[in-house]
């Protein structure tokens, strides 16, 4: 079922610093929007995702989802704007396009070699 953006905002537990980050990403859209993903791939405890956003909450609640989805074992390259948009509700119609930038910094991040960062 999907969480409303309101519910994600309000508990933001995978915003954080990307240092360290064995992987990074970013993308930038209009509205000086940007999104940085940092990926940490698992070994024991499993993978660790964090995200830093800017102040939008459509764009924040689609990091943080990412994130989730990420550490639940969904491989980037399945990360897509669909799936994000599935499991996001109350995204303003104006704002759907949150979830491409999202996507596109999870890409971005897979695609770097382990220890870069973006």
Avoid: K
């Avoid at 405890?45 to 990412?66: H, V």
């Avoid at 994000?84 to 491409?100: T, Y």
């Amino acid at each position: 079922m999907p969480r409303s953006v309101a519910e994600l905002v309000s508990d933001l537990r995978h915003a954080g610093a990307l240092d360290g980050a064995r992987r990074a990403g970013a993308a930038e859209g209009g509205e000086r929007l940007r999104v940085r993903i940092g990926l940490w791939p698992g070994r024991g405890a499993g993978p660790r995702a964090r995200f830093r956003a800017t102040t939008c909450a459509s764009l924040l609640a689609y990091a943080e989802a990412a994130c989730a989805l990420l550490e639940a074992g969904t491989p980037p390259g399945e990360l897509t704007p669909a799936l994000l948009r599935a499991q996001v509700s109350g995204v303003h119609p104006a704002h759907l396009d949150r979830a491409e930038l999202v996507a596109a910094a999870v890409r971005a991040a897979a695609a770097e070699p382990e220890g870069s960062s973006a």
